[in-house]
């Protein structure tokens, strides 16, 4: 089960909220990338968190209900296509992480990063490699921001049936290539992620 003994570290008379903040969407060929941001309370226990990835879509949407609901503070912000082509995928997440720490309502005094690099937050981070299956906050960080980016995979799917978006949430799957050689890129594909159209 996590717990909060790696967070609670960094408590002090000036760090009192702590972040967790992850992204979702650097791997798809298509659509924007997503990060939340999310403060849960001090030792709050959510039965069965983990990494969102690691949890069925049931459990994800269960679980997305429950964290919003219980949550300090929470924010989800995105990065677009066009951002993503313009600065790379790993600047645009941390575009959309810096966005969802600044759309706290309830600012945090540290923010704790899944991964191993952070850069352009103006509270002190700390990185977590592997953050959302160990730190609480990273997890549910986690949840908010996959259970959003599939949601709004599944819109995309109404607008563009052909690619079939709704079943693969945009990753490079076979069924998606091949609908892609066959239509053709669609305005919400990232052009620098379709380099296998020139094979």
Same mark, same amino acid.
């Given at each position: 089960?996590? @717990?909060?003994?790696?967070?609670?570290?960094? *408590?002090?008379?000036?760090?009192?909220?702590?972040?967790?903040?992850?992204?979702?969407?650097?791997?798809?060929?298509?659509?924007?990338?997503?990060?939340?941001?999310?403060?849960?309370? $001090?030792?709050?226990?959510?039965?069965?968190?983990?990494?969102?990835?690691?949890?069925?879509?049931?459990?994800?949407?269960?679980?997305? @209900?429950?964290?919003?609901?219980?949550?300090?503070?929470?924010?989800?912000?995105?990065? /677009?296509?066009? $951002?993503?082509?313009?600065?790379?995928?790993?600047?645009?997440?941390?575009?959309?992480?810096?966005?969802?720490?600044?759309?706290?309502?309830?600012?945090?005094?540290?923010?704790?990063? @899944?991964?191993?690099?952070?850069?352009?937050?103006?509270?002190?981070?700390? /990185?977590?490699?592997?953050?959302?299956?160990?730190?609480?906050?990273?997890?549910?960080?986690?949840?908010?921001? *996959?259970? /959003?980016?599939?949601?709004?995979?599944?819109?995309?799917?109404?607008?563009? !049936?052909?690619?079939?978006?709704?079943?693969?949430?945009?990753?490079? /799957?076979?069924?998606?290539?091949?609908?892609?050689?066959?239509?053709? !890129?669609?305005?919400?594909?990232?052009?620098?992620?379709?380099?296998?159209?020139?094979?």
């Amino acid at each position: 089960m996590l @717990d909060y003994s790696f967070e609670n570290q960094f *408590k002090s008379t000036s760090i009192n909220l702590i972040c967790g903040v992850d992204e979702a969407g650097r791997g798809p060929l298509m659509g924007p990338v997503v990060a939340a941001a999310c403060i849960l309370p $001090e030792g709050f226990v959510i039965e069965g968190l983990n990494d969102s990835k690691k949890l069925t879509e049931k459990k994800r949407e269960e679980l997305f @209900d429950l964290i919003i609901k219980n949550a300090i503070s929470y924010s989800v912000a995105l990065a /677009t296509v066009e $951002e993503i082509e313009e600065y790379n995928i790993r600047n645009a997440s941390m575009l959309a992480m810096n966005r969802a720490v600044e759309g706290l309502n309830v600012p945090a005094d540290m923010a704790l990063i @899944d991964g191993n690099y952070s850069n352009g937050f103006k509270i002190p981070t700390k /990185t977590v490699v592997k953050g959302d299956a160990t730190v609480p906050s990273i997890a549910a960080a986690s949840i908010l921001a *996959k259970v /959003t980016r599939d949601r709004m995979c599944d819109e995309y799917d109404k607008e563009y !049936p052909e690619y079939g978006f709704a079943k693969h949430k945009g990753y490079g /799957t076979k069924a998606h290539m091949d609908a892609i050689r066959k239509f053709g !890129p669609c305005p919400i594909h990232r052009p620098s992620f379709l380099k296998f159209l020139d094979k």
